[in-house]
């Protein structure tokens, strides 16, 4: 799926914080078992926003997109971000 390389790319550029330590304790509070790079929420919307500004996704590619983040998330942002494409496109979501 070319998007989803689109969006790896994309979430690779944001900031994040560099402590370890910190990283760590997110992560654990997240109750994750993903890493996290500790990327602001901020920055998370402005991604799915721009994701979906960019490309017109019908609705099996949204769904097919969601479900890919998801399945094969490396790390906790991966899965954010998918969170965050759903809680945007609220006609989808009503789908779900």
């Known amino acids: ?5 689109e969006v790896l790319k994309m979430v690779k550029k944001l900031p994040g ?4 330590k910190e990283r760590a ?4 509070y997240l109750g ?11 920055e998370m919307k402005k991604v ?3 994701l979906l500004k960019k490309n017109d996704l019908l ?5 097919g997109l ?3 983040l998801y399945s094969r998330a490396k790390t906790f942002e991966e899965m954010d971000l998918a969170a ?13």
Request: proline letters at 4%; a positive charge.
């Open 1 to 5: 799926m070319e998007i989803y390389s």
């Open 17 to 20: 914080k560099g402590d370890p």
């Open 25 to 28: 304790w997110v992560q654990k």
């Open 32 to 42: 994750s078992d993903k890493p996290t790079r500790c990327v602001k929420t901020g």
């Open 48 to 50: 799915a926003r721009e």
């Open 59 to 63: 609705e099996k590619d949204f769904f």
């Open 66 to 68: 969601i479900d890919t």
């Open 84 to 96: 965050k494409l759903i809680g945007i496109k609220k006609d989808y979501r009503e789908k779900i």
